[in-house]
């Protein structure tokens, strides 16, 4: 499996497991956003590892003492980031880890949360 077939499948449970929870304050769906939006990069991005790296600091930074992630969607945080660490001093450096902007184009639509 390559890292973008084994990136969406994480990403996809990730999605699935956050968005089964009966109360979603704006910090979880903003996570989900979030993931949704790399899972339609991963096939196209030139750098998937980047994506990666971003999408995993992201949610670390947002779900800090906020979200209690279960052991499952503990798992495929930390596969997403192992998938990153390939990413290297560029992945980390480039994106405001507390900003989904990072993941959006100036010609698409970012969700408001």
């Known amino acids: 499996m390559d890292i973008r077939e084994d990136a969406k499948l994480h990403i996809h449970n990730l999605y699935n497991s956050l968005n089964q929870r009966q109360e979603k304050p704006s ?5 989900t956003d979030v993931l949704a939006q790399v899972y339609l990069k991963m096939d196209t991005a030139k750098n998937p590892e ?7 600091n992201y949610i670390y930074n947002e779900e800090f003492n906020r979200i209690h992630l279960t ?12 998938l990153s660490k390939s990413a290297g001093w560029n992945g980390m450096n480039r994106g ?17 949360r």
């Not at 052991?71 to 192992?82: Q, S, T, V």
């Not at 405001?96 to 408001?112: A, L, T, V």
């Open 27 to 31: 910090y979880l769906l903003n996570i």
């Open 96 to 112: 405001n880890f507390n900003d989904k902007s990072q993941f959006y184009s100036i010609f698409e639509r970012m969700p408001r």
């Open 50 to 56: 980047v994506w990666l790296n971003r999408l995993a």
């Open 71 to 82: 052991r499952e969607e503990d798992k495929d945080l930390m596969a997403l980031g192992n």
